[in-house]
């Protein structure tokens, strides 16, 4: 378990510094043979060690308030330079007057520090201080490189997100300009079509609106979706549409992005089937694949596939836009002319096995689907 920042500082400093007074200890207990250790010498690197964590401290409260961890290496040395010379030079009056008035160690251990071995005394806090200050800074920087890096990754995902919503955004009127010009097509023509019509056209755009900021859902619920749309255009096509859905159950379960699913049968029908005076077949298989257990959609439409160069459509280009926000290369998506069948065009989808949500996030949980269309019923008339 970590500790909080403030007391994990505070830590460290007393065990820095009394690391440093028990290594001079260890200094003298080595090299100075005719000085036996006492408590005079004990409680000189003791208030060495008190000393230096409030001298420090002292620094670290200077560098907070001039607000010099935000300066640069230039503008940073020279006064690290200066502040480093202070503090040395003060921390050894301060601790010779401690050692000479309060300490007072017998004149066999060499007595009060002369002029040579004070200013020693001194250079030896000054570059002690120095490696405090470097690692100090150091710390400081990583730790700044650090949020940079959490900011920057922070900022991507915000970035990435909105694209997401921004691709999502795009699919609603498209579905919202067809189910108009639909309706309109039938008002004064068969009054009870446009009132059935718009029925599906509010589900339509009840889950477009409920679904624009869910990244994933189920297959069984773009399904639901998937079947309204394809009523809402039998009811215009009439005979030329006939279609077929082949889902395999255990692949109900697995996600995939919202609108995804019906833009693939839009499109089929938009650009396969509606142009067609015989209209065509629409099918739609969904498996799971035996080896990884990815989800596998196929969509076959009669038709040609002519795509003009460099231009794949709103549509499928939202597609891939989409899969690769939110899979990367772990997704696949490819359409064409089918290679076993003539006259037909195939859009096949891969997407890697994602866990199912729960069942409270059913479309439409809320509410009956068949109170949904009373209430539409009713607000049509």
Known sequence: MFLPRRRLYWVLQVAGWALYGALGLLMIHLFAFAVAITWHLVAIQVTMAAVLVLTSHGLRTLFGRRGWRALGLGGLLWRLALANGAAALGSQLVLGALIAFVIRPP?????????????GYVLQTYFVLWLWT???????????????????????????????????AQLNPHFLFNG??????????????????????????RYAMQRNGTAQVPLATELEIVDNYLQLEALQLEERLRYSLDVAPDALPLLLPPMTLQLLVENAIKHGLAPRPAGGQLSLSARRAPADGSLCIAVRNTGTYQPRPGHAGVGVRNVRERLHLLFGPAAAFAIGPDP?????????????????????DKYFADEPLADKRIADERFAD
């Open 107 to 119: 004149a066999s251990l060499g007595g009060p520090a002369g002029g040579g071995q004070f200013v």
């Open 340 to 360: 076993l069948l003539p006259d037909t065009v195939l859009a096949e989808l891969r997407l890697p096995a994602s866990a199912p949500q729960p069942a409270a």
């Open 134 to 168: 470097a690692c100090y800074f150091g710390l400081h920087y990583l730790d700044r490189y650090k949020q940079a890096e959490v900011d920057r990754w922070k900022l991507a995902a915000a970035a990435r997100e909105a694209e997401l919503r921004t691709l999502q």
């Open 180 to 205: 108009l010009n639909n309706i309109r097509a039938l008002v004064m023509e068969d009054p009870a079509r446009a009132r059935a019509m718009m029925t599906h056209l509010a589900e339509l755009l």
